[in-house]
C-alpha cells in the first residue's frame, strides 16, 4: 500500500515557476514509478509527467517537454515536478500517482494517487 500527498501548489503569473511534490508512505515507495497528471475543470485527467522507480527514466507530455523537470528522492520518499515557464493553461488540479509499470501515461494505468493540489497561472 502507498500513500501519496501532493503540495506546492498555488498562484503564480504566467512566465513564473513552481515546484510540486509528491511525498509517499511506505517503505516499498522507491520500487514504484510514479506519474504526474493535470486535470482543468471540465475536463479529463490527462498526463504530465512520469518517473521510473530508479529516477533514471523520465517522460513528457509534449505540451510541458522543455519546460516542466521531473525528480525524485527515494531517500526522502519524494517525487517532485518543477514547473517553469508557466502558462494560463497549465492551470488546473495536479495528482501524482504510482505504479509498477514506468513511463505508463495513462490513467487507468496507475494503482495510487494523490488527493491533488491545485495550480493557479494568472496571466
Known amino acids: 500500500q502507498v500513500q501519496l500527498v501532493e503540495s506546492g501548489g498555488g498562484l503564480v503569473q504566467a512566465g513564473g515557476s513552481l515546484r510540486l511534490s509528491c511525498a509517499a508512505s511506505g517503505r516499498t515507495f522507491s520500487s514504484y514509478a510514479v506519474g504526474w497528471f493535470r486535470q482543468a475543470p471540465g475536463k479529463e485527467r490527462v498526463f504530465v509527467a512520469a518517473?521510473?522507480?530508479?529516477?533514471?527514466?523520465?517522460y513528457y507530455s509534449d505540451s510541458v517537454k522543455g519546460r516542466f523537470t521531473i525528480s525524485r528522492d527515494n531517500a526522502k520518499n519524494t517525487v517532485y515536478l518543477q514547473m517553469n515557464s508557466l502558462k494560463p493553461e497549465d492551470t488546473a488540479v495536479y495528482y501524482c500517482?504510482?505504479?509498477?509499470?514506468?513511463?505508463?501515461?495513462?490513467?487507468?494505468?496507475?494503482?495510487?494517487w494523490g488527493q491533488g493540489t491545485q495550480v493557479t497561472v494568472s496571466s
Open positions: 518517473i521510473s522507480w530508479s529516477g533514471g527514466l523520465t
Open positions: 500517482a504510482a505504479n509498477r509499470i514506468s513511463g505508463a501515461r495513462q490513467a487507468r494505468a496507475y494503482d495510487y
